[in-house]
């Protein structure tokens, strides 16, 4: 045993302790292949219980279905996994930016059981995000196990969730793009080879295990030139969308916190209105990928104003789900989302002019998709390379970089943070390198504080603080209570220069007569941010920190803009 | 509302250099005007918040130097009155006696600011020099209406252990609501009485009216 550990241990230390980037390379197609996996299960169970459910759907009562998983989803994430609803990809973000991708090994596997019960009982929900979690998971969870740093485990989050993407769309570029343009929000050249790595490891395992090639099939299409003069109108409308539907998932989860029902309550009320829309129209219920492939092969059945109709029902049977405490991602709405406004508009382009000769429904259908998913997610890249990537034809990609790029800025316009990170915004906790953000939450006061200063008393007369201050070279005198040490106030040589002037009061006046007690000060609990913005608006160069009563030291602006400036080296610096 | 390079440099606390730079840069939601830069204030609201930049486009109205409510030295001994003749033989007894005379002082307070002042005696002598003592509490005294400073000549000198361990004829007793005041009074009669002259005439028992009009000439000669 001791040789096989010696043997290890030089292995170990040989091969990966000398470049960290093949350690990255291994560990993350191993964290690919994981992700990749995880996102098969979740794809292949979702396809059989929804064939298994199928037979009860035309059943009055099949309304509950989405209800009762949905209950059960958040009964579960809140009870059994105690982890928080939503699809994860915020959690994911923050945790890259401030924890170093730290995620709990249980996260790789608590979403992919909840979305499960959501989207397979028909609540209107994606499975990519939740499995964007599970491998972000794993890629921290197998980073953990290596005992790697947090450049290293983010790297492996990013490689988890290129995997998970990679896996679950069967499209290796688009997981890469993703990751880092979402996730990881640098391009890294350390980063890229190890993710591009896992996103094609992913890839490989769905392709061994589901045995087609592309997620949606079609025949190739014929794009002209009127088609990218449509595409003009096209982006607009999903643009629009875009917005339309990033508000309503967001008001309506405010709603849902509002209201007075616990949460399960809120998950089953959220199920059942989902429930009831689906008994109508059937194209909002679960993940809707074989809608989508009869849209993009052109035998999708509705009309106009059905089509029409089931676009704004997607849109709120998704929120419902959820918003209410349903858990799954939003990639796979935007998806029918997309499909849908483009077959709407296609037909309304066809009723307008019916002369024109552009490409077929499908064509549009795509271009729709591609459409929301540059507007929710303010990632043109992904919407782009995803498309191209999970439809296996390069023949639309101008009118898809049309669509796509005119779709994410016109978004962008209207509301600047995407869905992924409005959430982020909103909390303070978007946080991406080298930002300002980035840098103040990661300093934090301990590091900057300076201590060493002499203390007075109070008691002490102001004769002998003028000896003492003949021989030091301190501006900031704290003044602390005796016997107690407690703070009481601060002298600044600034301040008091009227008595130091005048030798007639070096006898008359004691220090916590001329102490400035009003001076603002911090503790050790606030973050920079706040400290800085206190010191800001009071126009002050340091700030006494004070915890429980005792003086713990300063922070002064220019030790902080030394810090700072270091810090920024850091961080930004190439590997 | 348009703003002018200048304006957005004082709103942002930034050199106009600056604002010229990031306009360089692109970093500013500016327009041209002829020559000159503009900027529209909505847009610049958003822009910073975008951004996280605390920017307040409000007009600042430089705030008014708040009025250091200062009050003259002669005012001040007016309040506090002047006596005379005052008997003792140590420094307790003195002040003892001193504040028995000094009516302005309610009497209900009497006994405890004895107290004050003896303490304040015994943690450093408030004899300054040349037979003056500046006796007070270190504690100003809320229920005061107006800062006050009582002059009391003794009968005889007493021991006050002074710096220059002259025995003590003249008090000074300053008695103020607020500490600023207190300082304020502090330092201005500091200040008079390093007047040599000021203090040879304090020596030859001046009547109240003289001491004040006194005063009144050394102020006006030096205005602090």
Redesign the interface.
Known sequence: MPAIKNWYKTVYQRLFHLDDRLLLIIAGSIAGICSGLAAVVLRLSLESVLEWLHPFRHYGWAFIFPAVGALLSSFYLEKIAREGAGHGVPEVIYSVSRYGGLLRFRSSYSRLISSFLTIGSGGSAGPEAPVVMSGSAIGSSIAKFLSLNDRQRITLVGCGTAGAIASIFNAPIAGLVFSIEVILGEWKFVNIIPIAIAAVAGAQVSQAIIPERVLFFHQPFQVGFPDVLACLCLAVVTAMISVLFTKVLRQTGKIAKKSAFPLWGRAFIGGCTVGIIGMFMPVVLAEGYSFIQSMISGTFSMGLFLAFVAVFAKIFATAMTLGWGGSGGIFAPCLLIGSLTGIVFHKMLFALFPTVGCASEGAYALLGMTGIISGVMQAPLTGIFLIVEITGGYETILPLIVVSSISSTMSHYIE?ASFYFKELIERGQFLRPGT??RILSDLNIRELIETEFVTVSE?M?FRKFIELLKTSGQNFFPVIEDGSDEYKGMIQISGIR??AL?P??Y????L???MDTEVITASLENDLQEVL?MM?INNMDSIPIVENDQFIGMISKTRVLDLYRRELIVQTSVH | MELSVFDLSKHLGVAPNTIERWIRQGKLPVSKKGTNYRFQSNELSKWAL?N?I?LDLTDKETPEKIQESNIALSDAVQNGGVYCNIKGNDVNSVLKACLEKISEIPDDFKADLLERLIEREK????G?GKGIA?P?P?EQLSYLKHPMISVCFLDQPVDYKA?DNQPVSVLFFIFCPV?KL??HL??VL??C??DSRFTGFLKSNPDPIALIEKIKILQKANPI
């Open positions: 600047p300002d953000a008691n007369v009227r008595y005048d007639g009061m006898d008359m006046i004691f916590n007569q001329i913005d800001d | 975008r996280n605390n943690a450093l002598s408030t300054i500046i007070h270190r710096l500490l207190h300082l502090l330092s500091s200040f009485l390093r």
